[in-house]
Nanobody
Framework: QVQLVESGGGTVQPGDSLRLSCAAS????????MFWVRQAPGKGFEWVAQISPAGRTDVARSLEGRFTISKDNTKNTVYLQMNSLKSEDTAVYYCTKDSRDGPRGQGTQVTVSS
């Protein structure tokens, strides 16, 4: 049974950093594409980043330089490092398996506010 559990969110000030984690079970992260997507209040889902089974990464152009995706296959966990956070990064962040619209967890709330 596929399960994804996101954690690491919280309320931070502009300029702060957060690292989100996505603990996967029921499959191996080294065999699948993994994604981070987010949903801001009142908006649709937005693709944030992805990582291939081999570890190739891609980040949304608007977030390049601030966000980094990585994974630890030994822990079956995917990470999203977010630096220099802005108010517009406020959203619920989800990790997904296979595709941007794939199975996802319950999400973790990130609020950036002064």
């Amino acid at each position: 049974q596929v399960q994804l559990v996101e954690s690491g969110g919280g309320t931070v000030q502009p300029g702060d950093s957060l690292r989100l984690s996505c603990a996967a079970s029921g499959f191996r992260t080294n065999n699948y594409w993994m994604f981070w997507v987010r949903q801001a209040p009142g908006k649709g889902f937005e693709w944030v980043a992805q990582i291939s089974p081999a570890g190739r990464t891609d980040v949304a152009r608007s977030l390049e330089g601030r966000f980094t995706i990585s994974k630890d296959n030994t822990k079956n966990t995917v990470y999203l490092q977010m630096n220099s956070l802005k108010s517009e990064d406020t959203a619920v962040y989800y990790c997904t398996k296979d595709s941007r619209d794939g199975p996802r967890g319950q999400g973790t709330q990130v609020t950036v506010s002064s």
